[in-house]
């Protein structure tokens, strides 16, 4: 039995709305682009006054993290992040790096000439000792600068997070002699940390790992799996 004739024209009309309405939202995305706003004066606000980080001066590094110097730091990671890191946000998306045969990693256009500007304004040795090469100012502002950065763009952020991190792990684990060959090239960007993970078959997918732990008879434990 056929539809009756007034319910097919209502589907058709439905299916019809429905249709432009999806055209016309992928096209009205198409022409939306995304912002990123630095939340400077939430920041600024936390620091002075909830905070009080003038209280701290005391201790190393925050005598020199004046309420100016906070200021301009802050003013500057956001500017970074807004008009540099986050327009090339979408532009990761899109390209992704290329892992070329000889082992080579091509980042996605405009990566490199970001990270240069990361790296020649400082900002990867903000909290390092001076004498490697660093600011010596306190973690509290290196942090917010990674919360901006992150947000702008969180795969590029990675970059400068991981070499940080491994800069951070270096001065509490180095040898005087690898600090001294290692941190200051990495302070100034010229040689960058990375992330050696044993996950080969699953990726992030972290509940297919397989780690398993045996006692030996000396009392150690022998480790075999995948981290």
């Known amino acids: 039995e056929s539809p009756e004739p007034d319910k097919v024209s209502f589907r058709n009309a439905t299916t019809n709305f429905i249709s432009n309405a999806f055209t016309a939202f992928r096209r009205c995305r198409e022409n939306i682009m995304p912002i990123y706003k630095a939340p400077v004066e939430d920041v600024t606000f936390l620091l002075n006054d909830v905070f009080q980080i003038d209280r701290y001066d005391n201790l190393p590094g925050f005598s020199d993290a004046s309420a100016d110097v906070r200021e301009a730091i802050l003013g500057e990671a956001a500017k970074l992040s807004e008009e540099v890191l986050q327009p090339l946000n979408r532009v990761g998306d899109l ?40 600011q010596g100012l306190p973690v509290t502002l290196s942090q917010v600068v990674t919360e901006f950065q992150s947000a702008a763009n969180m795969a590029f952020s990675m970059y400068g997070g991981l070499t940080m991190g491994a800069t951070a792990a270096l001065l509490v684990h180095g040898k005087p002699e690898q600090k001294k060959m290692f941190v200051p090239k990495m302070i100034a960007g010229e040689w960058t940390g990375t992330m050696n993970l044993t996950e080969p078959q699953c990726g992030t997918d972290l509940g297919l790992l397989r780690t398993k732990a045996v006692k030996q008879e000396d009392g150690s434990w022998h480790i075999d799996g995948v981290k």
């Open 95 to 134: 390209e992704g790096c290329v892992r070329h045969d000889d082992g080579r990693v091509t980042t996605p256009k405009g990566f490199k000439e970001a990270f240069k500007q990361v790296a020649e304004g400082g900002w990867l040795g903000l909290s390092a000792p001076a004498e490697y090469g660093g």
